[in-house]
Nanobody, 127 residues
Framework: QGQLVESGGGSVQAGGSLRLSCVPS????????LGWFRQAPEREREAVAF???????SYADSVRGRFTVSRDNAKKSSWLEMTGLKADDTAMYYC?????????????????????WGQGTQVTVSS
């Protein structure tokens, strides 16, 4: 753990927006699937959004239409634009990477399926 660095978290009111960033802290291949996960207290880590090398995306049902994931292959970076935030979105948000051009299906994914992780950035939404 430690090859990715997230930033952009904070505290917002319900309905607000935040933009999370993820940059590599060390050497990182461009051919990877980048993912965003989140973990709320006493809950399991869950996948939020994935983006592959060709910017193909997938989203959890709970965030589809509100969150947008993007990437810049030259910068090896990813962003998670979050709008219409709800109290249920409160969690620690992590970016992750795994080798390969394509991303795996989100259903049944686990943390072990990704090789590199950041330390997380806290998002708190007050209602």
């Amino acid at each position: 753990q430690g090859q990715l660095v997230e930033s952009g978290g904070g505290s917002v009111q319900a309905g607000g927006s935040l933009r999370l960033s993820c940059v590599p802290s060390g050497p990182m291949t461009t051919n990877n699937c980048l993912g965003w996960f989140r973990q709320a207290p006493e809950r399991e880590r869950e996948a939020v959004a994935f983006i592959d090398v060709y910017s193909g995306t997938s989203y959890a049902d709970s965030v589809r239409g509100r969150f947008t994931v993007s990437r810049d292959n030259a910068k090896k970076s990813s962003w998670l634009e979050m709008t219409g935030l709800k109290a249920d979105d409160t969690a620690m948000y992590y970016c992750a990477a795994r080798g390969g051009i394509a991303c795996p299906p989100m259903d049944g994914i686990s943390s072990a399926d990704f090789d590199y992780w950041g330390q997380g950035t806290q998002v708190t939404v007050s209602s």
